[in-house]
């Protein structure tokens, strides 16, 4: 069984920054991609960002682009995502996810292509 752990949110400026964790446990990390994801109250989930299994490549959502960066350390078997810049519309609960196939070629944005998630840390920003 996989667990994933996030931490790091908070209440913030807007204009201001903060940096996500998200710990894994339970299976061999540094094989498969992950990915953030966030939901507001009365939204849908979305994609944030995504990094690959080797950290060679990552994605992101037009929103967050320039703002967020995604990063991995296998080591540690932890993913971050640092979050500057942060606007009022980036409040929302933020999720790590775990690809559900082993060194998946191409990064999804696809919420159903991950299998395994944490319980969210909450990002406020006020204005």
């Known amino acids: 069984q996989v667990q994933l752990v996030e931490s790091g949110g908070g209440l913030v400026q807007a204009g201001g920054s903060l940096r996500l964790s998200c710990a894994a446990s339970?299976?061999?990390?540094?094989?498969?991609?992950m990915g953030w994801f966030r939901q507001a109250p009365g939204k849908e989930r979305e994609f944030v960002a995504a990094?690959?299994?080797?950290?060679?490549?990552?994605k992101y959502e037009d929103s967050v682009k320039g703002r967020f960066s995604i990063s991995r350390d296998n080591a540690k078997n932890t993913v971050y995502q640092q979050m500057n810049s942060l606007k009022p519309e980036d409040t929302a609960a933020y999720y790590c996810?775990?690809?559900?196939?082993?060194?998946?070629?191409?990064?999804?944005?696809?919420?159903?292509?991950?299998?395994?998630w944490g319980q969210g840390t909450q990002v406020t920003v006020s204005s």
């Open positions: 339970g299976r061999t990390f540094s094989s498969y991609n």
């Open positions: 990094i690959s299994w080797s950290a060679g490549s990552t």
């Open positions: 996810a775990a690809d559900r196939w082993m060194r998946r070629l191409a990064l999804s944005g696809m919420g159903a292509q991950y299998n395994y």
